[in-house]
């Protein structure tokens, strides 16, 4: 029962156009959602997240919009660069689960220069 | 990723082997999280632990699998007669105490765990 879903196993952008990673979660109860960057050999790295009393959340580059009607969110990055090339993986958690995160599998990103 | 701290950074065993993970967390950290990720998988939370608790195990496999986190020391996750199955990633991660809730979670850069 995977409650976290990232359908797209890969995405490839040109360098400096947008690159939009989705994600949809089934669970009810998260109230918590975030995204994390991978490169291989070294481990998840925070890069924004977003409570479900907003909707969208911005960070330089990155912004997070969160549809909770439809349990869906996805990370924009614009623009792209070739150093975004990674594993990016969406998280979610709700109060009261101790920090407890619930992985998707992962979107391999490639941004082609 | 340098803040928490995990070795070894690789380890092969055979099967029915014993394998020790260890992860320093953060200075002044005091929750430890252990996840896994399994190959072309996300991660997979096992157990939350405060210096000397184990808060949430319910991500643990019922055997041969076990983790503490003394009141000096790293946190140990120890896995027992390994399987291949067991071949994966362990990551670790740590918060502060009374972090709030909602606070990101910053994790080690793993441990690669091979069986032969």
């Known amino acids: 029962d995977q409650q976290v879903k990232q359908n797209s196993p890969s995405l490839s952008v040109q360098e400096g156009r947008i690159s939009i990673l989705n994600c949809d979660y089934t669970?009810?109860?998260?109230?918590?959602f975030l995204w994390y960057k991978k490169y291989p050999a070294e481990g998840p790295t925070f890069l924004i997240s977003?409570?479900?009393?907003?909707d969208k959340n911005e960070d330089g580059r990155f912004t997070v919009f969160l549809n909770k009607s439809a349990k869906h969110l996805s990370l924009h990055i614009v623009p792209s660069q070739p150093g975004d090339s990674a594993v990016y993986f969406c998280?979610?958690?709700?109060?009261?689960?101790?920090?407890?995160?619930?992985f998707g599998k992962g979107i391999t990103l490639s941004v082609r220069p | 990723n340098a803040g928490v701290m995990q070795n070894p950074r690789h380890l092969v065993r055979r099967r029915g082997q014993e394998a020790r993970l260890r992860c320093s967390p953060m200075?002044?950290?005091?929750?430890v999280y252990w996840y896994r990720q399994l190959p072309e998988e996300g991660l997979k939370f096992m157990v939350y632990?405060?210096?000397?608790?184990?808060?949430?195990e319910s991500g643990m496999p019922k055997e041969r699998f076990s983790a503490e986190f003394p009141k000096e020391g790293p946190s140990i996750l120890r896995i027992q007669q390994v399987v291949r199955g067991d071949s994966a990633a362990y990551f670790c991660?740590?918060?502060?105490?009374?972090?709030?809730?909602?606070?990101?979670?910053?994790f080690g850069n793993g441990t690669r765990l091979t069986v032969t």
């Open positions: 998280a979610a958690s709700s109060t009261g689960a101790n920090s407890k995160l619930t």
């Open positions: 669970n009810s109860m998260f109230d918590y």
């Open positions: 632990l405060q210096k000397e608790n184990i808060i949430d």
């Open positions: 991660a740590s918060s502060p105490p009374n972090s709030h809730i909602n606070s990101p979670l910053h």
């Open positions: 977003i409570s479900s009393i907003k």
């Open positions: 200075k002044g950290h005091s929750h």
